[in-house]
């Protein structure tokens, strides 16, 4: 039998080794809970660094730059100066002059596919009131006529030749 002194010892005894256990399973969740927080910010870490490191890749803000907002310029003569994207989305570019106008343009676009938004055309080296209009088929009509503005002798030597900009803004309906 046992007395009332092992008795009281025996409870004591349970007392701290159910307290020992909650004890365990405190630190087993403050444990899981610091790993799974290290777990997040370690991914978050890695996601963070490989996303700067294809920011600083040249041939990767190329090929985005190209398929976010592809563009191309050319000039007065329908040569293509600078490719950024768009060259792949046209077909042809055809540049006029206005009969009778020594400043107006008329610039056609034919491009591959329809395109579901006219695309932006800007003047580089003058200024121009630009009108657009669709054409037969997938063609686009441009008809630019220049602002007139006094001009001083110093600031009429500008280019010879008319460059262009064109835009696409989304180049193709889907």
């Excluded at 190329?62 to 310029?73: H, I, K």
């Excluded at 077909?91 to 002059?97: A, G, L, N, S, T």
């Excluded at 106008?101 to 591959?112: R, V």
């Excluded at 580089?124 to 088929?137: E, I, M, S, T």
């Amino acid at each position: 039998m046992q007395t009332d002194n092992s008795k009281t010892t025996n409870k004591k005894r349970r007392s701290w080794f159910s307290g020992l256990r909650e004890r365990s399973v405190l630190i087993d969740a403050v444990a899981i809970l610091f790993l799974v927080i290290g777990v997040y910010h370690g991914f978050n870490f890695y996601v963070d660094y490989r996303i700067s490191e294809k920011l600083r890749d040249p041939l990767f803000i190329r090929e985005l730059s190209s398929r976010v907002r592809p563009a191309l310029v050319f000039d007065e003569s329908g040569r293509i100066l600078s490719d950024s994207g768009a060259f792949q989305f046209i077909k042809e570019i055809r540049v006029d002059r206005i009969v009778g106008k020594k400043t107006g343009f008329s610039i056609k676009i034919t491009p591959a596919s329809f395109l579901a938004v006219e695309p932006i055309i800007e003047p580089l080296d003058g200024r121009y009131y630009v009108h657009a209009q669709r054409g037969p088929g997938v063609t686009w009509l441009f008809q630019l006529d220049a602002i007139i503005s006094i001009v001083t002798q110093e600031s009429a030597t500008g280019p010879r030749v008319q460059r262009f900009r064109l835009e696409l803004i989304t180049p193709f309906a889907k």
